[in-house]
């Protein structure tokens, strides 16, 4: 027993020790690839924002949000209809959606940049996160499946009684329970489009629409020099969203599904 949690010790710690050198390189001034200690500077961090950390995160933060609204809303739907109602050929194209979240981006990026160049919808941030949208949507209608097929049937005849719509019944009742699920779904989208790197470089040339992610690219590669300092600091502010955003949504991802006590035998 000893011997394995000093070998989880060690693993643990060579996970860890990045994070101490990312947090050391990001409050020296003087960093480098060593481990040194920090200096308690925001040198770094003033460097990072007027080298246009601040406006790349707002760029990010728009293609992030816009993705998650977009394939949160279709993928709960279609995962509704794929749960509740009778679907042709159901299973062939659960499986047909399984191998879609599994499709590189890279087989579809050319084809898709030649529509693009033929609608005219290049570099334009909208169009681009519907791009990132679309790549999350299978993965997230299978999850979001299975969540729906956990919601008991019973609320919904019941409310189908009453008279309430499909869409009523989805509005109501599905989403509510299956919230945690939505949730997920939405920060796995989320973070797929917050680090998306080769969609927005090939799709929006513009300078001023560069997400995060391609920013801090240019940022390490500048004049071929890597500040370490600065890019550490970067980094932080980079993740700091992500960080947030699940912080923010833990307490609903924690409480799981309450579906105890909703139907009475």
């Known amino acids: ?3 394995v949690n000093l070998l989880l010790a060690i693993i643990g710690a060579a996970f860890l020790l990045p994070l101490i050198w990312l947090v050391d390189a990001a409050l020296n001034p003087h960093a480098s690839a060593a481990l040194t200690g920090p200096a308690w500077s925001l040198s770094n961090f003033r460097a990072a924002l007027a080298a246009g950390a601040g406006g790349a995160i707002k760029n990010s933060l728009y293609l992030a949000m816009v993705s998650t609204i977009v394939a949160t809303s279709v993928s709960t739907i279609a995962a509704f209809a794929l749960s509740r109602h009778r679907v042709p050929f159901k299973a062939s194209l659960l499986l047909v959606i399984l191998f879609l979240a599994g ?16 609608l005219g ?15 999350s ?8 499946k ?4 956990q919601v008991p049937r019973e609320l919904e005849e019941a409310a189908a009684i009453e008279g309430a719509s499909d869409l009523r019944i989805l509005w109501g009742i599905v989403i509510p329970l299956a919230m945690p699920g939505i949730l997920v779904a939405s920060i796995l989208t989320f973070i797929n489009s917050w680090g998306a790197f080769l969609i927005p470089l090939v799709l929006d040339a513009n300078p001023k629409d560069q997400p995060g992610a391609v920013g801090i690219f240019q940022f390490m590669s500048a004049n071929g020099v890597v500040h370490f300092g600065p890019l550490a600091a970067y ?4 993740s700091a969203p992500v960080v947030l955003m699940y912080l923010i949504c833990s307490r609903w991802l924690n409480g799981g599904f309450a579906f105890a006590g909703g139907v009475k035998g």
Do not use: K, Q, R
């Open 121 to 135: 919808w290049l570099n334009s941030p909208f169009y681009t996160s519907l791009v990132l949208a679309a790549t």
């Open 137 to 144: 949507v299978p993965f997230a209608i299978w999850l979001l």
């Open 235 to 238: 980094s932080i502010i980079f």
């Open 103 to 118: 499709l590189p981006v890279t087989l579809l990026l050319i084809p898709i940049f030649e529509i693009y160049v033929h």
């Open 1 to 3: 027993m000893i011997s």
């Open 146 to 149: 299975n969540f729906i097929d």
